[in-house]
Each structure stands twice: as C-alpha cells, then as structure tokens.
C-alpha cells in the first residue's frame, strides 16, 4: 500500500508562481512511475506531468509545457510540481498519483495510487 499526501496549495494571483509537493510512503518509491493530475468540477481528471522513476523521463500537458516542472527526490520520497506564470485557468484540485507497477507511466489508467488532492486557485 501506498500513501501519498499532498501540500503546497493555496491561492495566488495570476502570473504567479506554487511549488506543490507529494510525499509517499513505502521503500519502493524510487521504482514508481509518478504523476501530477488536475480537475476542475463537472470534468474528468486531466494529467499535468509525468517523470519516469530515474527522473530521466517527463511528459507535460501541452498547456502547461514551458510553465510547470515536474521533478522528484528519491531520497526524500517526494515528487515536485514548480507552477511558474500561473494562469486562472490553472484553477483546480490537483492530484499526485504513483504507477507502482511501472518505471514510467503515461497513461492514467496505469496509475493505482493516488492523493487526496489539494486545491490550487489563480486569481486574475
């Protein structure tokens, strides 16, 4: 079993700028697959970034590419968001999640753990 808790939310105005952290439980965190995901209510869950197990891999939604870095420390168990030049239309929950049966995930369906979420919200 696999426990991630987010922080890191909060509110902020448009143009600025939130580091979202996720911390997991386990020994075998530096072999996962993570991810960062977002929802806004009454649509479906989008993936944000993806970052291989050896940090060598990373995947973005396009509308966040250029704005948002995702990374991680294996040694702390910890895997980042850096929101730089947020937009109103960041506005949502954001999810972390682990693939534990997978070194890279890319798909959403090969996530099996996941967060409580924490809230992010922009203000133009």
């Known amino acids: 079993q696999v426990q991630l808790v987010e922080s890191g939310g909060g509110l902020v105005q448009a143009g600025g700028s939130l580091r979202l952290s996720c911390a997991a439980s386990?020994?075998?965190?530096?072999?996962?697959?993570m991810g960062w995901f977002r929802q806004v209510p009454g649509k479906d869950r989008d993936i944000v970034a993806t970052i291989s197990w050896n940090s060598a891999g990373t995947t973005y939604n396009d509308s966040v590419k250029g704005r948002f870095t995702i990374s991680r420390d294996n040694t702390k168990n910890t895997v980042y968001l850096q929101m730089n030049s947020l937009k109103p239309e960041d506005t949502a929950v954001y999810y972390c999640?682990?693939?534990?049966?997978?070194?890279?995930?890319?798909?959403?369906?090969?996530?099996?753990?996941w967060g409580q979420g924490t809230q992010v919200t922009v203000s133009s």
């Open positions: 386990g020994r075998a965190f530096g072999t996962y697959g």
């Open positions: 999640a682990a693939a534990s049966t997978t070194g890279w995930a890319i798909d959403p369906r090969d996530f099996n753990y």
